[in-house]
């Protein structure tokens, strides 16, 4: 079977994230996504009028990843909801890149400039969706017995997205990969 090559867009929003991530989207420039992708400025404008567009799609397709990922495990029924929320937290807190700040969406909020603003709606909005999906988990285990009646939701899940969020970001600027393990069981133990 034949392989299909990739399409110039794709190339550049794999290149543009790569260096977004590891060196940063504002000092990334255009040119240095031109140098690092080998496709023509003329070609990367064609796709994205500009480097927050460029940026915008990269969230969406960060976005877009992760939710997948998230449906496949919750979709999980044969699993006990303690068993689903185990893999989310692994899933979650499993760092697939070199991110600056441990984290892809942290590291791209981090950089945002001040007028960025629809980015930065963007981004939350991820965290919000993030934070309620983990709600409606704890909220599963409630009704099937397995978390404690009185836990109190919004508290635990907004706790649970934020330790999540900071021990990647600790574990990268402590070269610490124990810390997340040493994190994700403390969670763990806590919900029991």
């Known amino acids: 079977m034949k392989k299909t090559k990739p399409s110039n867009r794709d190339v550049v ?6 260096l977004f991530l590891t060196r940063g989207y504002l000092t990334t420039s255009i040119d240095d996504i031109v140098a690092a992708s080998k496709v023509a400025k003329t070609n990367i404008y064609y796709y994205f009028k500009s480097k927050d567009e460029l ?3 990269i969230l969406d397709g960060l976005i877009a990843a992760y939710n997948e990922k998230m449906q496949a495990i919750f979709a ?15 899933e979650v807190a499993t760092p697939e890149d070199s991110s600056l700040a ?6 791209l909020y981090t950089q945002l400039p001040p007028e960025a603003d629809p980015l930065r709606r963007k981004v939350g909005a991820f965290f919000e969706a993030q934070t309620a999906a983990v709600e409606a988990m704890l909220h599963e285990g409630i009704r099937n017995g397995e978390f404690a009646a009185q836990l109190p939701v919004p508290a635990v899940a907004g706790l649970v997205v934020s330790t999540i969020e900071g021990a990647l970001f600790l574990q990268h600027a402590r070269q610490n990969p124990a810390l997340l393990e040493q994190t994700l069981t403390t969670l763990a133990l806590l919900l029991k």
């Open 13 to 18: 929003l794999r290149t543009a994230m790569t």
């Open 55 to 57: 940026l915008a799609a």
């Open 76 to 90: 999980r029924q044969e699993l006990k909801v303690y068993e689903r929320f185990a893999l989310f937290l692994k």
């Open 102 to 107: 441990g984290c892809p969406f942290l590291t």
